[in-house]
C-alpha cells in the first residue's frame, strides 16, 4: 500500500525548502496531495497588493504542482472549510502554517498534523512518521 502524505499549499508548498522535500518524497514513490484553504473557481476574493486590488487565481499553485507531478485530481480546495472533511484516506500526516488546522486535523482525525512554523523539527518528524 503506498504512503499518503499531504501539504498546504500558501506559505508551506510555495516555499522552496518544502517543495524540494516534497520532490524527494515523490521521488520516493509516496503519494503526494496539497490541500488547501483556497476555492477551486476563479471567483477569488481581490487581495490588496501595494494598494491596488488584484485578483487571485490558482495559476501559482498550478505552475508548482505541475512541476512537481502532482496529479489535479490530487489537489484539493476545502472552500475555507476545515481540512479535516478533505484530508485523503490514509493520510499519514498534513504539513501545514495554520495551527487553528493543525489543532483540528489533531483533535479530529487520526492524520498527524504537523506545523512547519512551530516545529523546527517538521521535517524530521515528517520523515520518522513515514
Known amino acids: 500500500m503506498k504512503k499518503i502524505v499531504s501539504f498546504d499549499f500558501d506559505s508551506t508548498l510555495d516555499r522552496p525548502d518544502i517543495t524540494d522535500f516534497c520532490k524527494s518524497l515523490i521521488q520516493k514513490g509516496i503519494d503526494v496531495w496539497v490541500v488547501t484553504s483556497r476555492s477551486s473557481t476563479e471567483d477569488q476574493p481581490n487581495w490588496i497588493i501595494n494598494g491596488t486590488y488584484s485578483k487571485r487565481g490558482n495559476d501559482d499553485l498550478f505552475d508548482i504542482t505541475d512541476k512537481l507531478g ?3 485530481d490530487r489537489i484539493v480546495f476545502t472552500n475555507h472549510d476545515f481540512k479535516t472533511k478533505f484530508l485523503p484516506k490514509g493520510c499519514i500526516w498534513h504539513l501545514d502554517d495554520d ?5 483540528d486535523i489533531n483533535t479530529n482525525s487520526d492524520i498527524k498534523g504537523i506545523s512547519q512554523f512551530a516545529n523546527k523539527n517538521w521535517k524530521q518528524d ?3 512518521l513515514l
Open 99 to 103: 495551527w487553528i488546522e493543525i489543532r
Open 70 to 72: 502532482i496529479p489535479r
Open 126 to 128: 515528517c520523515l520518522l
